[in-house]
């Protein structure tokens, strides 16, 4: 007869909870005294209590909920006892002889009604019975791990509960917790505290429930497609695969500099030359480059390579794959992102990189001669676009791209057949100056780069020339020339076409988050001393 529902009994806790905001800093003063002063006193308090013992649950809370789901208003089942723990996410009272806990572990609540009826005391006097009682129920407090011993039970107002006959203390928390219905506002808290984070919010938990599942539907999709997932190097002599700066470290038992990977591209190609037709790695990658809610130092990417296949096979697989993770996450291809509602349905759009610009700007010069570098500066001196140094062929036709379109691509569109000079590991779609690539833009952000392989170990040698010259000419960010891949092109790589896509970025697509750091579990933080 005391339990009242839960939502009023929510929301008549928080009409008395004084509206504070949680505090960002482990030495907050309140009432004269420190929070971590006030936890080793209550450590004190507790003695015997916080002994952090071992119990051994025999039923989930998912799991109980779904098995007694059945009973009715003032049922009980004494015959039944059972064993579940879960942290203390609300407490109230009913008197002294009357207790409500809300625990929860996962993302399931159980009511807890302990009544001084039901407490086992063993051989205790009554009147030690009680005392026992009230000096459990005095000690324990929101964010505390307890576990329970008791019966099934619905309550006469209908809610199913566990009645317990003993509540133990498994591990006390020593700070104020925020409620459930507050969120950590200070992302300085949320980020280096994600344990704090993930005990008050629902939506971050949902975040990473969402993250873990996405990950799984990708490795299925890949299983699914006979790829076979492999592990390379993220420690290697030479980083490459993509243009980007690298971090280093050194061996020392080696006497070694060595490198994180900025991709493990090369790699998964070697292993194409080798024999396995198809080969993916899922993994994180590393560069030393600035952050921003798009980009964190290290970040989750996929890459997969496939023989006697192009990069036409990668759009249509790569829609597939999209519209799998957006039905089995949102059960729609309608994904919410920002204020925009994005559809992930095939077939995806299409722009030709080469004829939308000349579409938009008239004659283009030829954009891989570099002899053009200056007529293409000066077009965009003249639309007012300015080019980051250092001046390259292709950073001033990536600049062009970026102003004309990528706002285009709100709604997921495939950017394709760029310029050679933009692409040295692709092959050139037969003689017509462009590369068999494509990028694939979602909101005006890239998510997935692809593109047949350049195969002719010539050809790619060639290439790296070009590129060792960009190098020289100031652009750091351009890798060195890989000589090991290309003596392993000499070998012969089949007709290939690779493909990678940002799981970061996708994940801030499924769940509708503005900033990587919120779908990162603990991202890259400056320290703080």
């Known amino acids: ?31 004269g005294k420190s929070k971590e002063i006030e936890g080793r006193e209550r450590f004190s308090v507790l003695g015997p209590m916080a002994s952090y013992p071992l119990f051994r649950v025999s039923c989930s809370l998912d799991d109980f909920r779904k098995k007694w789901d059945y009973l009715k208003k003032g049922e009980r089942v004494p015959e039944t ?11 109230r009272s009913a008197g002294s002889k009357l207790y409500f806990y809300d625990i929860r572990s996962g993302e399931t609540m159980l009511q807890v009604m302990s009544s001084l009826n039901m407490y086992d005391g063993g051989d205790m006097t009554p009147e030690a019975k009680v005392a026992a009682f009230k000096g459990l129920h005095k000690k324990l407090r929101t964010g505390d791990v307890i576990g329970i011993r008791g019966i099934p039970a619905r309550t006469d107002v209908g809610e199913l509960s566990i009645f317990p006959k003993e509540i133990t203390l498994l591990s006390p928390c020593l700070w104020n917790v925020p409620r459930e219905w507050y969120e950590i506002k200070d992302p300085e808290v949320k980020y280096r505290k994600r344990y704090l984070d993930l005990i008050v919010s ?48 050194h061996s020392n038992s080696q006497d070694q500099d060595l490198t994180l990977r900025i991709s493990p591209e090369l790699y998964l190609k070697e292993l194409v030359v080798g024999g396995f037709d198809r080969v993916y790695e899922l993994g994180k990658v590393f560069r030393n480059e600035g952050l921003d809610r798009k980009h964190n130092f290290e970040f989750t990417s996929i890459e997969a390579y496939m023989a006697y296949q192009d990069y036409t096979d990668w759009m249509n697989k790569t829609e597939q794959l999209l519209q799998k993770i957006s039905l089995a996450v949102h059960d729609s291809t309608k994904v919410k992102i920002d204020d925009k509602e994005i559809d992930f349905k095939a077939p995806f759009r299409r722009i030709d990189v080469v004829d939308e610009l000349t579409k938009t700007l008239g004659p283009l010069p030829n954009l891989n001669d570099e002899a053009n570098i200056p007529s293409l500066l000066q077009i965009c001196k003249d639309k ?14 990536d600049t062009l791209i970026g102003h004309y379109i990528e706002p285009q691509c709100i709604q997921p569109t495939f950017i394709m057949n760029h310029p050679v000079a933009m692409s040295p590991l692709s092959k050139e779609h037969g003689n017509t100056g462009k590369s068999e690539r494509f990028e694939l833009f979602v909101n005006g952000v890239e998510l997935v780069n692809a593109y047949t392989e350049q195969n002719d170990p010539v050809k790619q040698e060639q290439s790296f020339t070009i590129q060792g010259k960009q190098r020289e000419s100031g652009d750091s960010e ?16 089949p007709p290939t076409t690779g493909w990678g896509m940002g799981v970061d970025r996708l994940v801030m697509m499924m769940t509708n988050q503005s900033s990587i750091r919120d779908v990162v579990l603990f991202p890259v933080l400056k320290n703080t001393e």
């Open 81 to 91: 006892e059972l064993s579940v723990a879960g942290r203390i996410i609300n407490k």
């Open 202 to 249: 629902s939506t971050s938990r949902q975040v990473f429930y969402t993250r873990s599942k996405i990950i799984s539907l990708i490795r299925s999709f890949m299983e699914d497609e006979g790829f076979m997932e492999v592990e390379t190097s993220i420690l290697s002599g030479q980083a490459g695969g993509a243009v980007a700066t690298p971090f280093h470290t």
């Open 478 to 493: 351009i890798p060195p020339t890989d000589a090991t891949f290309v003596n392993a092109l000499e070998y012969g790589l």
């Open 1 to 31: 007869m005391f339990a009242l529902p839960r939502a009023r009994c929510a929301m008549a806790a928080m009409r008395k909870l004084p509206r504070l905001a949680f505090p960002s800093c482990h030495r907050c003063v309140a009432n």
């Open 384 to 397: 007012s676009i300015p080019v980051s140094e250092p001046i390259t062929l292709p950073r001033i036709i």
